[in-house]
């Protein structure tokens, strides 16, 4: 199957290709976000080097059980022909209410199909208060009328 769009990007193709990864990753399905990649695919997350999609769906069950209240944003930062940077910020909070933003790149590469291929994460973690929490909207979808993180200043 084909997932569109595919390469070579123009910068249209890039920002959809964005915001349709935000918009899975905002559902918090490991199953249906794992699904857009190529099932050898390869990952850096941080300090986790993963292996193929089932690698990638444990992840992110193990992720989305930990990260409560989790909403992202991401934005476009460049691309190429079948390459795309990606900065984004998202919160979460742990067990214990102890809210947090996440700031972070990526680095993606996509196969001819359009399923992202290579994964490089770069995150960081900080605190903050709940009162200084800037993502608000239901969980799941980012309303199309919300800031983005240019907007934000983030």
């Given at each position: 199957m084909i997932r569109l769009p595919v390469p070579p990007f123009r910068y249209d193709d890039a920002?959809?290709?964005?915001r349709m990864a935000e918009d899975a990753w905002?559902?918090?399905d490991p199953e249906k976000?794992?699904?857009s990649y190529t099932t050898d695919t390869q990952w850096r997350n941080r300090s986790e080097f993963l292996n193929g999609r089932d690698e990638v769906r444990v992840f992110l069950e193990r992720k989305w059980s930990v990260e409560t209240g989790y909403?992202?944003?991401k934005e476009v930062w460049a691309h190429?022909?079948?390459r795309i940077a990606v900065r984004f910020c998202y919160e979460y909070h742990d067990a214990e209410g102890q809210w947090f933003r996440a700031y972070g790149n990526e680095n993606w590469e996509f196969?001819?199909?359009?399923?992202?291929?290579?994964?490089?994460?770069s995150i960081n973690d900080v605190p903050?208060?709940?009162a200084d929490r800037l993502f608000h909207w239901p969980q799941g979808r980012r309303p199309d009328d919300?800031?983005?993180?240019t907007e934000l200043d983030l």
């Open positions: 920002v959809q290709k964005v905002n559902t918090r976000v794992a699904l909403r992202l944003i190429t022909d079948n196969d001819p199909d359009g399923y992202m291929a290579t994964r490089h994460a903050i208060a709940e919300h800031l983005g993180l």
